[in-house]
């Protein structure tokens, strides 16, 4: 019987405790919950890059709560038909709060989040440091588990000026350590590091009791997390420098659909085995209903 990874066995994963360090994909749709389950993840996000790896945009503001809550969906079936036998543990499902579903009223904050748990997800995340608490709090009022996010939060894209290291600046950095803290004792039960120095990772992962999961930050954190499409090269081609590519599968994909366009055009496919067929005596009736026509 498999046991289901939880936002409180997640919240005491520590390294400097000696726990192995947390695996986190992101995931959009039942065929790829499916896969990270397979390989042995501990979180799966449904992350709002879906916005940009999935659907085309520039950026992670165009999607709302009804999209990620439709790709939280498909993930938690995904999971809930997977049966891995190489792992004991079903992973978690963390679901984010995409741009503007969590910057007006606390009330809107958890009627967001509590569509997202609905839809299948044990947790919710949201990008932001101390101006964030209230919404924080609130969700943690309702019995939800939320994962922070600082550093690069793709959510500022505007603010920020592009998507840019944060952190480098002494002050800066600082400010990230305070922020970390503000969120851990909120009640986050880890933190997402995103595009900041490996130094900033490692002091905001000396300075809290909670996990932090880094991307681009180094590998100081107490877990990773990287983007599905990127992990596994299905991309447009243009990979962040702290991504590591384990396969090409944009490149296989092309080369096996060619094979496919070129069996079409010679004719080779559909072949006989590929085909649906009657039965000799219907065939025979059919022949000689052609003749009399
Ligand atoms: O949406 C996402 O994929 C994320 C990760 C980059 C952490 O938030």
Redesign the pocket.
Known sequence: MRTQLTAPAIRAHKARAGSEPLVMV?AYDAPGARMADEAGVDLI?V???VAMVVLGYDD?LQVSVADIAHHTGAVARGLASSAPDRTAKKPLVVA?LPWMSYHTTPVDTVLNAAQLIRSGAQAV?LEGGRKRLPMIEAIVDAEIPVMG?LGLT?QSVHAMGGFKVQGREHRAALELVADAKALAAAGCFAV?L?GVPDEVARMITDAIDVPTIG?GAGPSCDGQ?L?FHDVLGLGSGNYPKFVRRYADLADEAVAALERYVADVGSGDFPGDDESYHVSEEIAAEMLKGRSSV
Do not use: N
């Open positions: 992101t996000l992350g709002d890059s992670t984010d995340k996010h793709p997402v995103e991307i997390v983007v």
